[in-house]
């Protein structure tokens, strides 16, 4: 996927299902992210502690993931759900954070210039998991279930969401009032727990 932008500090995580590449392209200003394969982006609060229940299902599902192959990708600040990902499997986890933002210390990290490079890069990954969070996670799961609009528009592989069922009245209220289109639903997937979650993925 190719975005406008700049990528300060390039990188990738790699294993044996899943690949992801954060990087720039040879025009100025414009990024691209790859993902092949196994590629989970995991949306979360920043406020949770390690001894929350939704902190320590992050950390359980990320290690799921890696051991099926697969990598993850996050928001790489040094918060909450990011935090518990890359403490969890800190080589498997890659962070996409902002210049400006509290940075994970550890495991492969992209840092970028705007927060919209950041986010689009985030929300369009083949997989998007949402859990409980506030205002940025719910701005992240509008993105991400905007973009498998956009994505069908395009002729595009859409991604699968997959959202606490924290956030389900909320989606359920926008299908009703026809904000996003029925058709989508199918890419859609609300979970109530973490072995809901790993049946889906």
């Known amino acids: 996927m190719l975005l406008p932008g700049n990528v300060i500090q390039e990188s990738k995580v ?13 025009k100025p200003a414009e990024a691209e992210i790859v993902h ?5 982006s995991i949306c979360g609060g920043a406020s949770f502690a390690p001894e929350d229940k939704v902190y320590q299902d992050v950390a359980e599902f990320t290690r799921y993931v890696v051991k099926k192959g697969g990598v993850i990708i996050n928001g790489g600040e040094n918060y909450g759900s990011m ?8 080589d498997m986890v890659l962070g996409i954070a902002c210049e400006y933002h509290k940075i994970i210390p550890y ?4 840092i970028v210039r705007n927060y919209f490079t950041r986010k689009m890069m985030i929300v369009s990954a083949p997989h998007v998991v949402v859990y409980e969070g506030g205002t940025g996670t719910l701005d992240e799961m509008i993105g991400a279930i905007g973009y498998v609009k956009s994505s069908q528009k395009q002729g595009l592989i859409p991604p699968e969401v997959y ?14 009032k026809g904000i996003f289109p029925e058709n989508i639903t199918n890419h859609i997937h609300v979970f109530n727990n973490i072995k809901d979650l790993k049946k889906l993925i």
Do not use: H, Q
């Open 163 to 176: 959202i606490s069922s924290f956030w389900e009245s909320i989606y359920n209220a926008m299908l009703e």
């Open 36 to 40: 092949n394969g196994l590629v989970i």
């Open 14 to 26: 790699k294993n044996s299902k899943g690949e992801c590449v954060v990087r720039n392209t040879k």
């Open 83 to 90: 935090i518990a990902a890359a403490e969890a499997e800190p």
């Open 107 to 110: 495991g492969p990290k992209a």
